[in-house]
């Protein structure tokens, strides 16, 4: 997640947080989130899911004002996902 987020931090206002994952808590994470956030926009990201490079772009290029932006996940075999993870540009969303 580290290396993922490293070139947003250059931006003002961008903030991230991780928590131990242990067990179903994401509800309490989005809330300590938007508890800490300073921000007119916010997003969330589970740290299981494999992204696409260009995320966080993509996800502010389709932002809009008063409106929530949602995507979807695709469940993988898990030995899909760990070749995805060593080989990530085998596939590109758009």
């Known amino acids: 997640m580290e290396t993922f987020l490293a070139p947003y931090k250059e931006r ?13 808590r994401k ?14 926009y ?5 740290g299981h899911c494999i992204s696409d490079p ?3 772009s993509l996800h502010l290029e389709n932002a ?14 898990p030995m899909f996902s760990k070749y995805l993870r060593k080989h990530p540009n085998f596939i590109k969303i758009i």
């Open 54 to 56: 260009d995320f966080v």
């Open 42 to 46: 916010l997003m969330f990201l589970d």
């Open 64 to 77: 809009e004002q008063g409106e929530f932006l949602t995507g979807r996940r695709v469940y993988l075999e």
């Open 27 to 40: 509800t309490l994470g989005v809330n300590r989130a938007v508890t800490f956030a300073h921000a007119d």
């Open 12 to 24: 003002d206002n961008f903030f991230y947080f991780t928590q131990k994952d242990d067990g179903w």
